[in-house]
């Protein structure tokens, strides 16, 4: 009998029909999602904050601890109207 791994035609129906069905299966099979290793300057808190345009923004505590404080103990007609500003002009 002759050895056929010695053929120099190549792949044949029954090798390559296992392969191109394994292949089909892959999506199938689930994949681990890897999560980026996060360094610890990336690991801050945030705290949200409102502009004076009414939107909310993202801020790093790091950063508010080293703010300064504008004016202390505003009442809310005070508040309100310094929201207001720009819908005033």
């Known amino acids: 009998m002759k050895d056929d791994s010695k053929n120099p035609k190549g ?3 029954r090798k390559f029909l ?8 892959l999506p ?3 994949a681990t999602a890897s ?3 996060v360094s610890a300057s990336e690991e801050q808190e ?3 904050l409102l502009k004076p345009d009414g939107t909310a923004v993202r801020v790093k505590v790091s950063r508010l601890k080293k ?3 504008v ?4 009442s809310n007609a005070e ?3 310094w929201l207001d500003k720009d819908k005033k002009d």
């Open 28 to 30: 199938l099979l689930p």
């Open 71 to 74: 004016k202390k103990n505003i």
């Open 18 to 25: 296992p392969i191109l069905g394994s292949g089909l299966l």
């Open 35 to 37: 999560t980026p290793n």
């Open 46 to 48: 945030y705290q949200t």
């Open 11 to 13: 792949i044949n129906r």
């Open 67 to 69: 703010s300064n404080v």
């Open 79 to 81: 508040l309100r109207n």
